[in-house]
């Protein structure tokens, strides 16, 4: 018996992680016609673990799907912002973020998807992508040792970070590749690590996270999620995993490290296009993190968001010079909606990079002095950015 249930879909949904999920109920939600839709993805989306420290801001990710006790971790009231000389600055704001037990969110979207109609297929690797002579798209899906060619009118390209699927491939040559300012991420699970269960906490300092920063997120009161993300040029030199270790043997010498895991982040907003001939790029593929707090999970269901709707108009197009017209504004839907402030974020990248550790600490010493009902995240970046009138400059990026 054949293993998909079509040789030929309206719509293939290539990666099953927030974007690709979200896409899939997406499309399936709006459509007026029944459509035919596959998602495949390379591994299961609940299988553990899953490379990602789980934060999210409450407010903005229950817009996009309803949040359940469970499959979230754990409420928060803030965040502490911990300069080099370990100066703790607490920022209060009552149920502002979740962490969530992301391999658990996967598998309610994927069941989601599954009862609106769409076809999974987990544990399928999408191993070439290549354009039919009808103009249609034709993908190679390998299953264990079975090989099956599919054919597609759409693609959405929710890969993850890197260009897996559209590199090389003719007409696609302009797309963004997923990889833009592309950085190293590490985290170990650990114990015996003093943490607060409601606050994550941020860590700035040159010897440890130059040019990025490290966390401690909770998990479950017992573990914690402690990790960082570093400039380009610092973990040249700073191996990610060693250097990790090296701060938690130095700064929690009662640490138990777990298990130890990490990933890539593409942390700059790119100006290529996401779109073309009918393939529509979404989350980290389309390079939509947030380049300075390196959060990708709510632009992940805000991208593919967008990749369902201009998937959909794109079906119902009547010419190719209106589905041109669609591909080119799956680009401008994004900048309008997030994508121009990342870019903003990414020019002022540099700037913050180049904050030094006393200028941290100066500033984290100034804001601990403010009572915590006065500290907000404009004044806390305002302190960190004003003790450098330099910096200020390098950051105008920000403001203008
Ligand atoms: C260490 C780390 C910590 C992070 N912490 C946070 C955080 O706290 N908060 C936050 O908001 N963001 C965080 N992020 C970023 C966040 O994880 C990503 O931005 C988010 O997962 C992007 O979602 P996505 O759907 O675009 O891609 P992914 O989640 O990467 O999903 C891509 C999917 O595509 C599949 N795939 C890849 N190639 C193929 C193929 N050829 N065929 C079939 N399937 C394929 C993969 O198996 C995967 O399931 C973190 C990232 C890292 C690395």
Same mark, same amino acid.
């Given at each position: 018996?054949?293993?998909?249930?079509?040789?030929?879909?309206?719509?293939?949904? &290539?990666?099953?992680?927030? /974007?690709? *999920?979200?896409?899939?109920? &997406?499309?399936?939600?709006?459509?007026?016609?029944?459509?035919?839709?596959?998602?495949?993805?390379?591994?299961?989306?609940?299988?553990?673990?899953? =490379? #990602? /420290?789980?934060?999210?801001?409450?407010?903005?990710?229950?817009?996009?799907?309803?949040?359940?006790?469970?499959?979230?971790?754990?409420?928060?009231?803030?965040?502490?912002?911990?300069?080099?000389?370990?100066?703790?600055?607490?920022?209060?704001?009552?149920? &502002?973020?979740?962490?969530?037990?992301?391999? /658990?969110?996967?598998?309610?979207?994927?069941?989601?998807?599954?009862?609106?109609?769409?076809?999974?297929?987990?544990?399928?690797?999408?191993?070439?992508?290549?354009?039919?002579?009808?103009?249609?798209?034709?993908?190679?899906?390998?299953?264990?040792?079975?090989?099956?060619?599919?054919?597609?009118?759409?693609?959405?390209? =929710?890969?993850?970070?890197?260009?897996? @699927?559209?590199?090389? $491939?003719?007409?696609?040559?302009?797309?963004?590749?997923?990889?833009?300012?592309?950085?190293?991420?590490?985290? =170990? !699970?650990?114990?015996? @690590?003093?943490?607060?269960?409601?606050? !994550?906490? *941020?860590?700035?300092?040159?010897?440890?996270? /130059?040019?990025?920063?490290?966390?401690?997120?909770?998990?479950?009161?017992?573990? $914690?999620?402690?990790?960082?993300?570093? +400039?380009?040029?610092?973990?040249?030199?700073?191996?990610?995993?060693?250097? *990790?270790?090296?701060? !938690?043997?130095?700064?929690?010498?009662?640490?138990?490290?777990?298990?130890?895991?990490?990933?890539?982040?593409? #942390?700059?907003?790119?100006?290529?296009?996401?779109?073309?001939?009918?393939?529509?790029?979404?989350?980290?593929?389309?390079?939509?993190?947030?380049?300075?707090?390196?959060?990708? @999970?709510?632009?992940?269901?805000?991208? +593919?968001?967008?990749?369902?709707? &201009?998937?959909?108009?794109?079906?119902?197009?009547?010419?190719?010079?209106?589905?041109?017209?669609?591909?080119?504004?799956?680009?401008?839907?994004?900048?309008?909606?997030?994508?121009?402030?990342?870019?903003?974020?990414?020019?002022?990248?540099?700037?913050?990079?180049?904050?030094?550790?006393?200028?941290?600490?100066?500033?984290?010493?100034?804001?601990?002095? !403010?009572?915590?009902?006065?500290?907000?995240?404009?004044?806390?970046?305002?302190?960190?950015?004003?003790?450098?009138?330099?910096?200020?400059?390098?950051?105008?990026?920000?403001?203008?």
């Amino acid at each position: 018996m054949a293993r998909y249930l079509k040789e030929k879909y309206d719509v293939i949904i &290539c990666g099953a992680g927030p /974007a690709g *999920l979200y896409a899939a109920n &997406c499309l399936q939600k709006a459509s007026a016609d029944p459509i035919s839709v596959l998602l495949v993805d390379k591994k299961s989306p609940w299988k553990e673990p899953v =490379a #990602c /420290a789980e934060a999210v801001s409450r407010k903005i990710f229950s817009r996009y799907w309803t949040p359940k006790e469970e499959w979230v971790r754990g409420h928060l009231d803030g965040v502490y912002f911990t300069s080099p000389d370990m100066t703790r600055v607490e920022y209060f704001q009552a149920d &502002c973020g979740l962490i969530l037990n992301r391999a /658990a969110f996967h598998h309610e979207m994927a069941d989601k998807a599954a009862e609106l109609g769409v076809e999974c297929h987990f544990e399928d690797t999408v191993e070439k992508l290549s354009r039919a002579k009808n103009g249609h798209w034709k993908l190679k899906i390998r299953s264990g040792k079975e090989e099956s060619e599919l054919e597609t009118r759409v693609v959405i390209d =929710a890969t993850g970070p890197g260009a897996k @699927i559209t590199r090389h $491939v003719p007409g696609l040559e302009a797309l963004e590749t997923g990889d833009f300012d592309q950085e190293a991420a590490v985290f =170990a !699970i650990a114990t015996g @690590i003093p943490h607060s269960r409601r606050h !994550i906490e *941020l860590l700035f300092g040159e010897r440890y996270f /130059a040019g990025g920063y490290g966390w401690v997120f909770p998990r479950d009161g017992e573990t $914690v999620n402690v990790g960082l993300v570093g +400039g380009r040029k610092f973990l040249k030199t700073h191996p990610p995993r060693s250097t *990790l270790e090296k701060f !938690i043997r130095e700064a929690y010498p009662d640490a138990k490290i777990l298990a130890f895991h990490g990933g890539a982040i593409p #942390c700059g907003q790119s100006e290529h296009p996401t779109a073309a001939y009918g393939v529509f790029k979404a989350g980290d593929s389309a390079s939509t993190v947030n380049p300075i707090s390196r959060s990708g @999970i709510v632009e992940a269901l805000k991208s +593919g968001k967008i990749a369902a709707e &201009c998937a959909l108009q794109w079906l119902s197009a009547s010419s190719e010079e209106e589905r041109r017209e669609i591909e080119n504004s799956a680009y401008t839907r994004w900048m309008k909606i997030q994508g121009k402030t990342h870019l903003n974020y990414h020019r002022g990248k540099d700037g913050f990079a180049s904050v030094s550790d006393e200028q941290f600490n100066k500033a984290a010493h100034r804001l601990a002095s !403010i009572p915590v009902h006065k500290r907000s995240i404009f004044r806390i970046f305002w302190a960190v950015l004003s003790s450098s009138p330099s910096i200020l400059w390098k950051m105008k990026s920000f403001f203008i």
